[in-house]
């Protein structure tokens, strides 16, 4: 009788029951739609990876995080796995948190790191510490190699020696010296194999005035560091007084990356208007730091290279002369002490700001005609910069220009002051 009931209600509402059942798979599903559209920050860490990841420093602060899901390109950059970066906001200021990395670069780490300790992959995360101290450590001086033959693609390259590398790292040491020294070693490792970008940042802070964003830490294969505003590629049709105060900051950075540090030289590998944003102060910070030559300028005198006390000219423009594109020898600038690299890459990107975006023109254009009359050296000096002529100095070009700027800049600030009052 009652099955006879049951099979009546089947026959009859077959399509309202298939629906209700296609409801509550959906409802069920809902959760889990949601959770790979919209990660918890948790999810994002990946913390069982751990020691194979950035560090933990963080962990204890990044559950008061919130992400920000109001812009399209979050979600797709999470459904695709393609830029990874993140925008949330802190104690009512914004952060960036990144992953680093792509999925796929960060899968091909993940197969890697399974063949190194000779497991098939996906293999256990953990990972017993004490056996890899040795290893870990052989790997990340393979990781940051200087030997050209074997290895072109290293992020993070010291050279022309790896003598100073406790040097290089001393203020990363110091921020670690409380973690477990193999779990340590895993997350250097973890770190020059994906992306530099935190090691640079503790070892040039924010905070002794190099031009990077703050760091505030890692949790997992996260890293949090200090929003610093949009990118320069938008800031390309502001006021001229703006962009020039702008381009000083930029010739301030070739500076500081080539000379402040008396014991290396910061080498940037890639300059872009993507790569680089403008405070508010209008200030430009380089935000993508995965690329950098690291050259140690105290070497002995039995591992100088061959030409080490000249300084390294970047001559592609001769080589290539129709080429706009921004190249470089990585060989060169480590067999040098000193190279002009920083100030080609800044003034080429001043000069042929097309380069990075088809629409626009010169980062310095539409200056106005009585300031272009009163320093008519502005285009010379930014072209010597870029593609001086042969027996042209490009730092001291670069450096004139930073001279000029400022005047223009002083003045300005004076008429502004003197209308005020
Ligand atoms: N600290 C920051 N402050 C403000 N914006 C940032 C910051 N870091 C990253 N961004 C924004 O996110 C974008 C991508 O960041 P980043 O360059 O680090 O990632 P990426 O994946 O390396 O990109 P790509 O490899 O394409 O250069 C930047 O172009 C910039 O617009
Ligand atoms: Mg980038």
């Known amino acids: 009788m009652i099955l006879h009931y049951v099979c009546n209600i089947v026959r009859f509402k077959k399509w309202k029951i298939l629906m209700l059942i296609g409801v509550c798979a959906l409802v069920s599903r809902v959760n889990v739609i949601l959770q790979s559209l ?12 751990c020691p194979a990841c950035y560090g933990v420093s963080a962990c204890h602060d990044i559950h008061k995080i919130d992400l920000i899901w109001d812009d399209i390109n979050a979600i797709i950059s999470h459904l695709f796995g393609v830029k990874n970066v993140f925008f949330g906001t802190y104690n009512q200021t914004k952060v960036v948190l990144k992953k680093l990395a792509h999925s796929s670069e960060l899968e091909a780490f993940d197969i890697t790191l399974c063949d190194i300790l000779h ?42 020696t790896l003598s100073h590398l406790d040097d290089l790292f001393y203020n990363v040491h110091l921020n670690n010296k409380h973690i477990n020294p193999t779990q340590y070693l895993i997350n250097l490792w973890t770190l020059v194999s994906i992306n530099p970008e935190p090691l640079i940042l503790q ?32 800031y390309y049709d502001k006021s001229w007084i703006q962009r020039i105060k702008i381009a000083s900051s930029l010739l301030n950075a070739a500076y500081m990356f080539t000379f402040k540090d008396k014991n290396f030289g910061f080498y940037l590998t890639d ?4 790569n680089i944003a403008v405070d508010n102060e209008n200030v430009a910070k380089f935000i993508d730091l995965e690329n950098i030559i690291i050259v140690d300028k105290n070497v002995s005198q039995e591992d ?16 290539f002369p129709n080429l706009n594109c921004f190249s470089y020898s990585a060989e060169d600038i480590c067999n040098h002490y000193l190279s002009d690299h920083n100030y080609y ?22 200056i106005p005609t009585n300031i272009e009359q009163q ?3 502005i285009q010379y000096l930014l072209r010597q910069c870029a593609i001086p002529d042969s027996k042209n100095s490009r730092i001291f070009f670069g450096q004139q220009l930073k001279i000029l700027l400022d005047t223009i800049l002083k003045e300005y600030l004076n008429v502004m002051q003197h209308e005020i009052s």
């Open 271 to 274: 300059v872009s208007a993507d």
């Open 375 to 377: 320093y008519p050296d």
């Open 119 to 160: 497991l098939g992959y996906p293999c256990s995360v953990f990972i017993p510490l004490d056996r890899y101290t040795a290893q870990f450590y052989d790997l990340i001086r393979k990781a940051i190699t200087s030997d050209f033959s074997k290895d072109d693609t290293s992020r993070l390259r010291l050279c022309p």
């Open 38 to 49: 919209y990660p918890s920050i948790t999810q994002l860490t990946e913390l069982p990876k």
């Open 304 to 319: 100088e290279p061959k030409g080490w006390q000249k300084i390294h000219k970047n001559t592609m423009h001769f080589d």
């Open 345 to 366: 890459a800044i003034c080429q990107l001043l000069l042929n700001a097309e380069n990075q975006n088809p629409f626009f023109g010169e980062f310095l254009h539409d």
């Open 203 to 234: 070892i040039l802070p924010a905070e002794n005035g190099w031009p990077v964003p703050k760091y505030y830490g890692a949790c997992g294969r996260i890293i949090v560091e200090e929003y610093v505003g949009l990118p320069l590629a938008d």
